[in-house]
């Protein structure tokens, strides 16, 4: 769709028609495919992820719609899992129903147009109607009040997510079965953000060569900063020890760049890497990758 514009941008530049064009219909734009769902009803939502595909429930229609795992953190429940289904047909019974209701609507509609005739009324420009909302299937939930859901952080498989709360509380949980696998207590007003490092100790503090780093060199770590405590700690995934630990003043935050950026010419894979912004003196630098 970018490209087609793209391409209508350089056509009418060519034709020289930005001033005939000001005034025409804006139909010919298209619009972006999406997909929305309401999870509000079931419970409050601070912060959600899309984790993964999932399996169709039973009963339900064989077909190639694609169904969702959606995780959300909120006031009612520390976490919730929900199935997020393409198809807006609920289930087999569902289908079923819809298409008997409309079948029984459309003959209604059809014999009151032959009953009584009217004329035909002035046809008026249709408004777009608003996206109607998909079906959401609840999964499972946490709730341990008055504990409540803050922030929300998922791997780069979307395989793990770390969630906060407001007790102090950092909960590692296993998307794919919906498991508490690890628990930190004592880090209010924390962040998280999941950051890869050099597993082999030699190879990563040999300078004098240049290797070519690939994924498997690497191990994925999870970085807490706690800024109560004014440190930020590396802990290996999934139940592996505590790497690091970095002092940090106050004010610091860590940062995460939606986009890798390679620090290396030599290496062909580039690491998921955590930057630590110093507010008072506006430092950005990057964490250590190598566990020393």
Not at 1 to 28: I, P
Not at 82 to 109: K, M, N, Q
Not at 193 to 199: K, S, T
Not at 236 to 252: A, D, E, H, N, V
Request: charged content about 25%.
């Amino acid at each position: 769709m970018l490209q087609k514009s793209f391409q209508e941008v350089k056509s009418r530049m060519w034709k020289d028609k930005f001033e005939q064009e000001d005034g025409e219909d804006t139909s010919s734009f298209e619009k972006i495919p999406l997909q929305i769902w309401n999870v509000s009803k079931f419970s409050s939502c601070v912060d959600a992820a899309i984790v993964g595909l999932m399996p169709p429930p039973l009963l339900e229609l064989q077909s190639s719609q694609r169904h969702y795992c959606a995780i959300t953190v909120g006031e009612d429940a520390v976490v919730s899992a929900y199935r997020l289904s393409e198809d807006r047909s609920r289930s087999l019974v569902g289908a079923i129903l819809s298409r008997g209701v409309a079948a029984t609507f459309s003959t209604i509609s059809s014999l009151s147009k032959i009953l009584w005739r009217s004329e035909p009324s002035p046809t008026k420009k249709s408004r777009p109607k608003p996206q109607a909302f998909a079906k959401t299937s609840p999964l499972t939930c946490l709730k341990d009040s008055p504990r409540k859901g803050e922030r929300l952080t998922l791997s780069p498989s979307g395989t793990l997510a770390a969630i906060t709360d407001s007790l102090g509380r950092i909960l590692l949980l296993d998307t794919r079965a919906l498991v508490a696998v690890r628990l930190w207590k004592g880090y209010r007003d924390a962040s998280c953000l999941f950051v890869e490092m050099l597993r082999n100790k030699d190879k990563a503090s040999s300078s004098s060569m240049h290797l070519d780093y690939t994924k498997s060199d690497y191990c994925l770590c999870l970085a807490i900063h706690a800024p109560r405590k004014g440190i930020i700690e590396v802990w290996q995934m999934r139940t592996g020890q505590r790497l690091l630990t970095i002092p940090c003043p106050k004010g610091s935050r860590i940062l995460q760049p939606s986009t890798r950026f390679s620090s290396s010419a030599f290496s062909s894979y580039t690491p998921l890497e955590v930057y630590l912004f110093n507010g008072d003196s506006g430092q950005l630098s990057v964490l250590n990758r190598h566990i020393g």
